[in-house]
């Protein structure tokens, strides 16, 4: 019976740091859209 409580406190512990930390839900490669765009971006929309 304790061993079956370690467990399931244990899986409870696991699967509460999955949520914190594993689902940032943030995409590196994406660029963050409260930025300004950069010169280069300007300056192709002004050549145009």
Same mark, same amino acid.
């Given at each position: 019976?304790?061993?079956?409580?370690?467990?399931? #406190? $244990? +899986?409870?512990?696991?699967?509460?740091? #999955? $949520? +914190?930390?594993?689902?940032?839900?943030?995409?590196?490669?994406?660029?963050?859209?409260?930025?300004?765009?950069?010169?280069?971006?300007?300056?192709?929309?002004?050549?145009?």
């Amino acid at each position: 019976m304790k061993n079956k409580k370690y467990f399931l #406190g $244990l +899986l409870s512990a696991i699967f509460s740091f #999955g $949520l +914190l930390f594993g689902c940032n839900g943030v995409d590196e490669n994406e660029p963050d859209p409260t930025e300004e765009p950069s010169e280069q971006q300007q300056d192709n929309n002004n050549n145009e």
